[in-house]
């Protein structure tokens, strides 16, 4: 995983429970640990599951649409098509991969 994308979720899940002790006005002397205040509020951790939700769903909605983020993600321009060997796109790279994993279990 990426640091910054994992300092990234660190400093959400902060964000989540600084929340949740504010609307429960827990105060930092109390010495209160993150469960104990889930426990308290009768949720788990939820915040960084709404964000990938949202993420998924805003994806979903711009494959749908004939956008230039749609051509960027899917890695295809219409038109004709250069000479010379094909690039690979990034289904072919996950392919490999795949590929490259399963080789690697049946050794």
């Known amino acids: 995983m990426n640091v910054e994308l994992k300092v990234d979720m660190q400093r959400l899940e902060s964000f989540e429970m600084w929340i949740w002790r504010k609307l429960m006005k827990i105060s930092w002397t109390q010495h209160r640990s993150n469960q ?3 426990d308290i509020v009768d949720e788990n951790r939820s915040f960084m599951n709404t964000i990938r939700q949202r993420q998924k769903n805003r994806l979903g909605h711009v494959l749908r649409s004939e956008y230039l983020l749609h051509t960027v ?15 690979a796109n990034s289904n072919d790279v996950e392919h490999e991969h795949i590929k490259i994993r399963a080789y690697d279990r049946e050794e």
């Open 36 to 38: 104990d205040v889930l």
């Open 73 to 87: 993600l899917k890695g295809r321009i219409e038109g004709t098509r250069t000479r010379g060997r094909q690039s």
